[in-house]
Nanobody
Framework: QVQLVESGGKLVQAGDSLTLSCTAS????????MGWFRQAPGKEREFVAL????????YYDNSVKGRFTISRDNAKDTGYLQMDSLKPDDTAVYYC????????????????WGQGTQVTVSS
């Protein structure tokens, strides 16, 4: 079993930057791919970004490409989502997730989920 705990969400202004963290425990972190998803009120959970276990491969949704950066520090069992040029449309609960096997952008591809952290971007 893997436990994931997100942190770093808060209220920010449009154009600000924010970094989310996701700390894992319970399994060798480097063996897991990691992803970030978000869910706005009244909407389905959507894919944001993912990174391979070793950190060599990343993939982003078009809505955040060029503004968000996913990374990880396996020595600290922690993943990150650096968010720049934030927009009000980025307002959502952000979840980190981890996958044992082959991954895709679908929520069903991920085996473990955190509880989420709220990011609110005011205009």
């Amino acid at each position: 079993q893997v436990q994931l705990v997100e942190s770093g969400g808060k209220l920010v202004q449009a154009g600000d930057s924010l970094t989310l963290s996701c700390t894992a425990s319970g399994r060798t972190f480097s063996s897991l791919a990691m992803g970030w998803f978000r869910q706005a009120p009244g909407k389905e959970r959507e894919f944001v970004a993912l990174i391979s276990g070793a950190g060599g491969s990343t993939y982003y949704d078009n809505s955040v490409k060029g503004r968000f950066t996913i990374s990880r520090d396996n020595a600290k069992d922690t993943g990150y989502l650096q968010m720049d040029s934030l927009k009000p449309d980025d307002t959502a609960v952000y979840y980190c997730a981890a996958a044992r096997g082959l991954v895709s952008t679908a929520t069903g591809a991920f085996d473990y989920w955190g509880q989420g952290t709220q990011v609110t971007v005011s205009s």
